[in-house]
């Protein structure tokens, strides 16, 4: 399998980037982003690319792909509703777009966020615009097409967010996210679980199209004693 990573620097997507790299079926893993994360590994290919909103530049590098785990994202904090709608769903539906024409059996795994709202009329700016940004995708003639909804995620492997405010509300949590999600297991995820859980379903697919937290829960594997071998020898 080649999969294709957004937002490989940012805390879901070094998951999900950790989970593919430690894939024995995964013979490629190519990131696209404004940064790269300089890892070095035998079937890693990073694209460094500053426009976002086009990839004609680009295309020849997008093909031949059998999947795609889309984990770029932003805060809405502060933002207007036209900014956001630009940062998230005009992103999204740039990268969407170009794929589905390039690759047209591919399985396009978006991450989302819960309480998404798929009427796209709700009072929440954020939940409308990924509704809508989940609504689009879903229209785009892709094989397969999954939106992920975790809540709240805690970050393993050495994982941090880029976000400052997510850094100090995961320094302060620290402690007790582990016993939160042994209270609340269909509720506080973690980054691994989001990555396996992405895998699977490009995999198998899944009976339902939007992943809830405690589907994401569902839909991961387990580690493999291939996955720790790799983990100690590449260092992720």
Same mark, same amino acid.
């Given at each position: 399998m080649k999969v294709l990573i957004f937002g490989a620097t940012g805390m879901v997507g070094q998951g999900v980037l950790r *989970?593919?790299?430690?894939a024995p079926d995964v013979e490629l893993t190519q990131?696209?982003? /404004?940064?790269?994360?300089?890892?070095p590994h035998p079937r890693l290919r990073e694209i460094q690319h500053t426009d976002l909103w086009q990839y004609e530049s680009i295309k020849g590098d997008l093909e031949g792909f059998d999947a795609c785990f889309f984990c770029l994202g932003v805060a809405s904090r502060g933002?207007? *509703?036209? *900014?956001?709608? /630009?940062?998230?769903?005009?992103?999204?539906?740039?990268?969407a777009d170009i794929l589905a024409r390039?690759?047209?059996r591919m399985t396009f795994n978006y991450v989302s966020g819960t309480g998404t709202d798929s009427? *796209?009329?709700g009072k929440i700016m954020w939940a409308r615009v990924?509704?809508?940004t989940e609504n689009d995708i879903f229209k785009m003639p892709f094989a397969a097409a999954y939106m992920f909804r975790p809540g709240v995620i805690q970050p393993l492997d050495g994982i941090r967010s880029k976000t400052k405010m997510y850094r100090v509300f995961y320094k302060l949590s620290k402690p007790i996210l582990p016993l939160l999600r042994s209270a609340f297991p269909n509720h506080v995820l973690t980054t691994k679980q989001i990555g396996q859980s992405m895998l699977n379903v490009a995999r198998h697919g899944y009976p339902r199209p939007i992943l809830e937290s405690k589907d994401i829960r569902a839909a991961a594997l387990p580690a493999t004693p291939v996955a720790e071998s790799?983990?100690?020898r590449y260092g992720t």
């Open positions: *989970e593919c790299l430690l990131t696209v982003g /404004r940064t790269v994360t300089g890892l933002m207007t *509703e036209d *900014e956001y709608k /630009r940062m998230t769903h005009g992103i999204t539906i740039a990268a390039l690759n047209p009427s *796209e009329k990924k509704g809508k790799l983990d100690r």
